[in-house]
């Protein structure tokens, strides 16, 4: 009977618990319309640059990577967490062709700043 209620509780919470683990983390971003171009800021608190990647797909800015959660790498045991430590992707549609648009991002203050100058049309 025992093994039939614990056979019971792990169907009903460990594929939620896993699927939880797979969930990534979504840092929010603001995007700023702007003469010549278009300025996306991101909040990526505690992510090294090194740690992000961006991709473009048509009009979508796709944003990729990982933060890490460097004190529990020091042997730290935690006792009360809420900062998500995790990969993460954000997929950010834009109302223009990113595919041959100039792209350049900058790092300042736990942001990061992706300026999009998109082709101009001849």
């Excluded at 010549?36 to 800021?41: A, N, T």
């Excluded at 991101?42 to 796709?62: F, M, T």
Aim: glycine residues 4%.
């Amino acid at each position: 009977m025992a093994d039939d209620r614990i056979r019971w509780m792990n169907t009903l919470f460990l594929p939620a618990a896993a699927a939880l683990r797979e969930v990534c983390w979504r840092p929010p971003a603001d995007i700023y319309r702007r003469a010549d171009e278009w300025l996306v800021k991101v909040d990526l608190a505690g992510v090294r640059p090194e740690d992000v990647s961006l991709s473009v797909r048509g009009r979508s800015l796709i944003i990729r990577g990982c933060r890490r959660d460097w004190i529990a790498s020091e042997g730290h045991s935690h006792y009360h967490m809420e900062i998500a430590y995790s990969h993460f992707e954000r997929r950010l549609e834009l109302p223009c062709s990113l595919e041959s648009a100039r792209i350049t991002t900058e790092s300042r203050e736990g942001m990061l700043l992706i300026r999009i100058q998109p082709e101009t049309q001849s």
